[in-house]
Each structure stands twice: as C-alpha cells, then as structure tokens.
C-alpha cells in the first residue's frame, strides 16, 4: 500500500499544479501534500458516536444520533458540513458510526460510515436475484420477516412469515419447521 | 435485526440460515410488491382501494374501501386525492391491474404501498369480511399523530395566538425565515438551539415547526432534552410575509 501512495505523490503534485496554476509556488506545494494525508487517513481517528440516526438535515447541516441503551439512550445532534465525508451514509432509522471533533463546544462530523451488521458465524448473505430465485423455484424454505410487527402487518414479502427479535423466543418454537435441515431466508428493513 | 434473528435460528441448530441483508429497500427498488396482513386490511390505518369496476365494488368489496376503477381512469384521475403520508393497500380482480396501480403510485412518489392477498377473490376465499352497496370514492383518511408531534389545530391556536400557553419555535434558517414567518413565532434555527435556549421560554409548551417537520422533530428532541415541554409539527409550511400556507 504504502509504495502506492507514494506512486500517488508525483500525481497529486502535477494535478494541484493543474488547477491552482504554478504562480503560487509556496501554496500549490502545501495543496499538494494534502491529498496524500487525507488519502493515508483510511482509518478515521478520534472519538465517534455509534447508533441509530434518528433525524438528518441538510438545511441545519446536522445529524441527530441516538446513542447509548435504555436509560442511558441519548440523543446527540453533531453539525456537518461540506468536508464531512459519507453523509449519505446518515439515514434515518439506520445505525451509522460518526467519527467527530469538537469545535466551540459543538460536535463536528468529519467522517459518518454505515454500521454494518456482523454476520453470524454459519450464515450467508443472499441478493434480491437469489431470493427472487428461490421464490420462483418453489424450493421449500421459510421466509422470515425479523422487522417489528407494526411494519411487517402494513407490507410484508409474499408468504414470509413476522418473526422479530423481540418475538423470537416466544414464537419460533411455533412457526418454525421442525426440520432444521430446511432452509431459512431473513430479511429485515435494509443492511445495518 | 435479520442477522440477529438468523443467529438466534442457528444456535437453535438451523443448519441453511440465509440473510437477505439488502432488504425491504432493495426487494421494493427491484420493482417487487408487499402485501399487507389482514388484521392490518381490516382495522389498520389505512387507505384501503378497490381497483375494479364501480358495479363489482357495489356487489362485495372489502369493508372500508374505496372506489377507484383503474380500467376506466378513475384511479390516475384521483390519483392527487390519495394521501402521501397514508399506507396504501390496493386490490383488483387482476393481478397485472394492481401491480400496475403500484407502479403508478410509485411514479408519483408514494411510498408505504401493499397489496391484498390474491386481491377480492383471496380476500373471499380467506373468508375475510365483505360488504356491498352503493361505492365511495371519498377517502375519509387521518394521521395518527406520532409521539411527540402537535397536531394542526393545536399548532394553529398556539399561532394565531388564541393558545397563550404554548410558544410558536421556527427552527429554519435565517434565510428561510427572512421570505416569511408565523407572527407570532420565536427564531432559532436548528444548529444554533443549544446556545440559545435562554431564548425559549421554559414555562410554556413549545411547538416546533420547519418547512416539512424533520428539522422540527430534531430541535424538539434537544429541547426536550433540557427540560422543556417541546412538541413537532409534521406539515408542509410556506411562508410569504405573515402568510403561511400550512398542509398537514
């Protein structure tokens, strides 16, 4: 990785060049070592909220996120702006981790990124084609809807079936089938 | 949660566990359909419609629908009376009828769509509750106000001033404010909130309003949070000068 970087340097050089123009010696230099800082920092630093986005708003440039569990439960409003990378990563309804910076006492995002869901060991992730497929070759499985009841009774896939997290100790025993060989498909309302 | 749903079904010794992990999104963006639950069809808050003609809806439909034939244009020509924030479920006599329907609704941006179950005759065969008689085409559909939102009426009264107990909170922008603004209204845009609350009174209730309510939702959280009675108002608002359009 590192050789590439350094591959990159010579570019970044030429391409600030390109567009402040070479009249400006000492600027166009420092412009040039930027790109390769902000290229090195993948991982991002600092201190970061992880939770679920309750509000996003592009007029007020800001992020409400809730984090924290049961009592503890908060809810923090951090301001972006156009340096802040991946705030399309902020939806609400869907956890996000927003890596931060404090500035006047405000919160400041400086890069938000999708928290994905680990995957339980033993499981596999299948596409809309894949399970379009399964659906279409009348294989025997259980579709499985794990969204809250409310959401699952309002829209639901064809024959999937309302097993939540909070349901499934209660209801499993009942609607799944006793062959455990079978094949289970969950779905739920998207990936975090 | 459909990960933490297929784990709990492998420690129960599942042995073919899969995760749609895409989801909801990604089955209705690849142009798939949701079908609603009967309790859902029969008591929900919904807009329940019927797509088939005025003559089969009179003989048997499901209760609480409404009429709108798709065949003679009646649908797409009410199309603008159908409630965006409402859960749509829609059903035909044919399959191909009521997809087509969701397809339109989805061209105009509707979002919360299902269908019913083999559409009317699934419905019967399910032995699910019909009624006949002279059609409507009237939609009778209400909000159900979320936790923490205030109501129109409410809102208004606190705005006109008829209600002196509650404080009108614009959170826009200045920007925004300047083209126009409720009279009697306190400013404090959205990320200036937290340094500005000695500009909120803490001994009334205080409505939060923006331009659709998202903003609104956010400010009434922080202030909650500091101990004030702060309520949303989830509508779409307009301002020119002391006129403001509302649309709930």
């Known amino acids: ?192 | 949660m459909s990960t933490k749903v297929a784990g709990s079904a492998v420690k129960d010794g599942y042995t073919n566990v899969k995760v749609f992990l895409d989801g909801e999104p990604a089955w209705i963006k690849a142009g798939n359909v949701f079908y609603a639950s009967k309790g859902n069809i029969n008591k929900g808050n919904i807009v329940l419609i019927d797509l088939r003609s005025n003559k089969k809806s009179a003989a048997g439909r499901i209760a609480r629908s409404v009429t709108l034939p798709y065949a003679d244009d009646t649908f797409d020509d009410n199309i603008e009376e159908i409630p965006r924030k409402a859960h749509i479920v829609l059903y035909s006599d044919s399959a191909e009828e009521a997809t087509d329907a969701i397809s339109d609704l989805r061209d105009e941006g509707y979002k919360k769509l299902a269908l019913v179950y083999g559409n009317y005759a699934g419905w019967v065969k399910a032995g699910g509750k019909t009624i006949s008689g002279p059609v409507t085409t009237e939609i009778n559909w209400v909000r159900i106000l979320g936790k923490g939102e205030v109501g129109k009426e409410d809102f208004l009264k606190a705005a006109t001033g008829k209600d002196t107990g509650a404080v009108i909170l614009d959170v826009r922008t200045a920007d925004e404010v300047a083209e126009g603004a409720f009279v009697n209204s306190i400013h404090v845009p959205l990320d200036a909130i937290g340094k500005n609350l000695n500009k909120i009174p803490k001994d009334k209730k205080i409505y939060v309003h923006c331009t659709t309510g998202a903003r609104a939702d956010m400010a009434a959280v922080e202030l909650n949070k500091n101990g004030y009675k702060a309520f949303f108002f989830v509508a779409n608002i307009d301002c020119d000068g002391n006129e403001c359009e509302v649309e709930d």
């Open chain 1, 1 to 192: 990785m590192k050789k590439n970087f350094l591959k990159l340097v010579p570019f970044f050089i030429m391409a600030s060049f390109l567009v402040t123009g070479c009249n400006q010696d000492t600027s166009s230099t420092a412009s040039a070592v930027k790109p390769v800082v902000e290229a090195k920092a993948q991982k991002p630093q600092g201190p970061s909220y992880k939770g679920n986005v309750v509000g996003l708003s592009n007029k007020a440039k800001s992020i409400s996120i809730q984090v924290g569990k049961g009592k503890k439960a908060q809810t923090i409003m951090v301001k972006f702006d156009d340096n802040t990378k991946g705030v399309e990563h902020a939806s609400k309804g869907h956890a996000s981790i927003i890596f931060y910076e404090m500035r006047d006492g405000q919160p400041w995002a400086t890069v938000v990124k999708p928290k994905l869901a680990k995957m339980p060991k033993g499981v596999t992730e299948i596409k809309v084609a894949e399970l379009q497929d399964i659906i279409e070759s009348e294989t025997n499985f259980v579709l499985i809807d794990a969204r809250p009841a409310a959401r699952y009774a309002a829209g639901h896939i064809e024959g999937s079936i309302n097993v939540g997290v909070k349901t499934y100790k209660k209801v499993a025993f009942g609607v799944l089938p006793k062959d455990k060989d079978t094949l289970l498909v969950m779905y739920c309302g998207g990936p975090t």
